[in-house]
């Protein structure tokens, strides 16, 4: 990559490898929030067990990202080990570093992410 100088992949290694062991603590203690809800189903009123069932959906769609993310980091460490980590999966262009410093683990530059949609 041309203009990777800035680019410390151990850097971003050692970042990425922090972010997933908080993530992994965090999909750990979502997974005791939502045993709760269906422990405490039967004691709970009508309206409160709507409050349960909703904040349980929205912990099973907040655990559902962080799982993204978390393969999203293994991506990305496993790119940072052959080398190839900034450089898009797509074209092969380096990524811009504005980019990669918003989005560490996005594999490919902003053209290919948005001509696939994302
Ligand atoms: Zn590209």
Same mark, same amino acid.
Not at 22 to 50: H, Y
């Given at each position: ?7 410390? =992949? ?8 922090? @972010? ?21 189903? %039967?004691?709970? &009123? $009508?309206? %409160? $067990? ?14 559902? *990202? ?6 999203? /980091? ?13 450089? +898009?999966? &797509? ?5 811009? *570093?504005? *980019?990669?410093?918003?989005? =560490?683990?996005? =594999?490919? +530059? /902003? ?6 949609? @994302?």
């Amino acid at each position: 990559m041309s203009d990777g100088s800035d680019i410390d =992949p151990e850097a971003v290694r050692a970042a990425l490898i922090a @972010r997933r062991e908080g993530l992994l603590r965090l999909v750990g203690s979502s997974a005791e929030a939502r045993r709760t809800v269906v422990l405490d189903q %039967s004691r709970v &009123g $009508r309206l %409160s $067990r709507m409050d349960a069932l909703q904040s349980q959906a929205m912990a099973v769609e907040t655990d559902r *990202r962080r799982k993204v993310e978390l393969q999203q /980091i293994e991506a990305a460490l496993g790119r940072i080990e052959d080398g190839d980590y900034g450089t +898009c999966a &797509g074209c092969g262009e380096a990524i811009a *570093r504005k *980019r990669l410093a918003l989005n =560490p683990t996005t =594999p490919v +530059c /902003i053209d290919c992410a948005q001509s696939a949609g @994302r």
